[in-house]
T-cell receptor, first 112, second 111 residues
Framework: KQEVTQIPAALSVPEGENLVLNCSFT??????LQWFRQDPGKGLTSLLL?????REQTSGRLNASLDKSSGRSTLYIAASQPGDSATYLC???????????FGQGTELSVKP | DVKVTQSSRYLVKRTGEKVFLECVQD?????MFWYRQDPGLGLRLIYF???????EKGDIPEGYSVSREKKERFSLILESASTNQTSMYLC??????????FGSGTRLTVV
């Protein structure tokens, strides 16, 4: 069964700290993996998309990596800010345009 | 940027009502999806569609149906709303290698 897991469920850090969010998946035959951000009561905002042929993607202070052999992806946030506080979700896709399999998310709180 | 628009942010409906949730995307995406999100259960796929007039059941289709008469519009229908369908409903569209875009969500309360 294809599953995606995110640990920890919640994380609190002081402002300015660099941090890593973890995502693991059981089936390494992943087509792509996407990281999303969700603010309370809102929809999902796409942050980064990594294709199976790629190792990492970067956007501003965010860097996402993908290691298919170990079944892991990480989202690195540099110099965290209170505005980064949100729930971060990773989701794996196993075929073109197929359904996403979501992790449960990590709720991040960045304290001023 | 692709935009996915859900017609209502908040809805309150009565038990037994037929409820329509509308979703429109402004790009030529083939694939569209409906998820619901509940605390502790995460996002669960209700229905999806790979083309006009096509639909596939997701993980929790019971009590729901969908309609896709035009490529840009994907409607979720609650045939007879029940209190256990109170949830956040999220629509998404995708284009192959370019990932998914989600709408802003509809918070449905059934009383």
């Amino acid at each position: 069964k294809q599953e995606v897991t995110q640990i920890p469920a919640a994380l609190s850090v002081p402002e300015g700290e660099n941090l890593v969010l973890n995502c693991s998946f059981t089936d390494s035959a992943i087509y792509n993996l996407q990281w999303f951000r969700q603010d309370p009561g809102k929809g999902l905002t796409s942050l980064l998309l990594i294709q199976s042929s790629q190792r990492e993607q970067t956007s501003g202070r965010l860097n996402a990596s993908l290691d298919k052999s170990s079944g892991r992806s990480t989202l690195y946030i540099a110099a965290s800010q209170p505005g980064d506080s949100a729930t971060y979700l990773c989701a794996g896709c196993y075929n073109q345009g197929g359904k996403l399999i979501f992790g449960q998310g990590t709720e991040l709180s960045v304290k001023p | 940027d692709v935009k996915v628009t859900q017609s209502s942010r908040y809805l309150v409906k009565r038990t037994g009502e037929k409820v329509f949730l509308e979703c429109v995307q402004d790009m030529d995406h083939e694939n569209m999806f409906w998820y619901r999100q509940d605390p502790g259960l995460g996002l669960r796929l209700i229905y999806f569609s790979y083309d006009v007039k096509m639909k596939e059941k997701g993980d929790i289709p019971e009590g729901y149906s969908v309609s896709r008469e035009k490529k840009e519009r994907f409607s979720l229908i609650l045939e007879s709303a029940s209190t256990n369908q109170t949830s956040m409903y999220l629509c998404a569209s995708s284009l192959l290698a370019y990932g998914y875009t989600f709408g802003s969500g509809t918070r449905l309360t059934v009383v």
